[in-house]
């Protein structure tokens, strides 16, 4: 399974291949449905077959309210994978000025169950 879509100024980029799941960038979109749908849609096809382990790598420098949403939703369609005894292990990335993106990890860290590092970016 492969699912890709390529970063642009208003979207990040998403990646899930066998075992990595990678969203990085910008969150904006004017429409979080149309660009959130597939992406969840082709999350609960990963979780249908699931590997013994995947990692999950988040890094985003900003999101609107409605990509929170999504976000919150993808993230629940891997805890009920997890919750069935399937390994997933989240990092969150934020930059060292970014406290709102600090922030919206710790909160998902509270509401996920899924093991999530919130990590500081070096880069």
């Not at 399974?1 to 998403?14: A, C, H, N, R, S």
């Not at 249908?48 to 985003?60: K, Y």
């Not at 994978?81 to 390994?87: A, H, I, K, M, T």
């Amino acid at each position: 399974m492969g699912f890709l879509v390529e970063e642009t100024k208003i979207t990040p980029f998403v990646s899930i291949e066998e075992g990595k799941i990678t969203m990085k960038g910008r969150s904006i979109p004017e429409d979080s449905f149309e660009f959130y749908d597939p992406v969840l849609r082709a999350c609960q096809d990963y979780v249908l077959n699931p590997p013994p382990n995947t990692e999950i790598i988040i890094h985003l420098d900003y999101v609107n309210s409605g990509s929170k949403k999504f976000l919150t939703n993808i993230l629940t369609v891997f805890e009920g994978s997890y919750l069935q005894g399937n390994n997933y292990s989240i990092k969150w990335y934020y930059d060292v000025d970014d406290e709102s993106i600090h922030d919206l990890g710790n909160d998902l860290k509270g509401i996920i169950k899924i093991p999530i590092q919130v990590i500081l970016c070096d880069d």
